[in-house]
Nanobody, 115 residues
Framework: QVQLVESGGGLVQPGGSLRLSCAASGSIYSINVMAWHRQAPGKEREVVAAISSGGYTNYADSVKGRFTISRENAKNSVYLRMNSLKSEDTAVYYC?????????WGQGTQVTVSS
């Protein structure tokens, strides 16, 4: 059974920074796309950033220039560096990975941006 475990969420003031981490464990042969999604209260889940196995990245317009996604294939891990955080970035952030054709999700980590 493959699992994704996130860490790094928390409370931060507007303008601050956080780094989210996500590691996949279990029987893994290869991981294709890895991504971060988020869901704010009362809103649908949306993709924040994605990265292919080759390192190609894509970002939501709302986070371009502020967030950076990266991955370490040797560690089956993906990261999200979030700078210049805004109150509207408050949400539960979910790690996602496409593994052997299956969609795998983490349990989510809360990010709260507030003064």
């Amino acid at each position: 059974q493959v699992q994704l475990v996130e860490s790094g969420g928390g409370l931060v003031q507007p303008g601050g920074s956080l780094r989210l981490s996500c590691a996949a464990s279990g029987s893994i042969y290869s991981i294709n796309v890895m991504a971060w999604h988020r869901q704010a209260p009362g809103k649908e889940r949306e993709v924040v950033a994605a990265i292919s196995s080759g390192g190609y990245t894509n970002y939501a317009d709302s986070v371009k220039g502020r967030f950076t996604i990266s991955r370490e294939n040797a560690k089956n891990s993906v990261y999200l560096r979030m700078n210049s955080l805004k109150s509207e970035d408050t949400a539960v952030y979910y790690c996602y990975a496409q593994i052997a054709g299956h969609n795998v999700w983490g349990q989510g980590t809360q990010v709260t941006v507030s003064s």
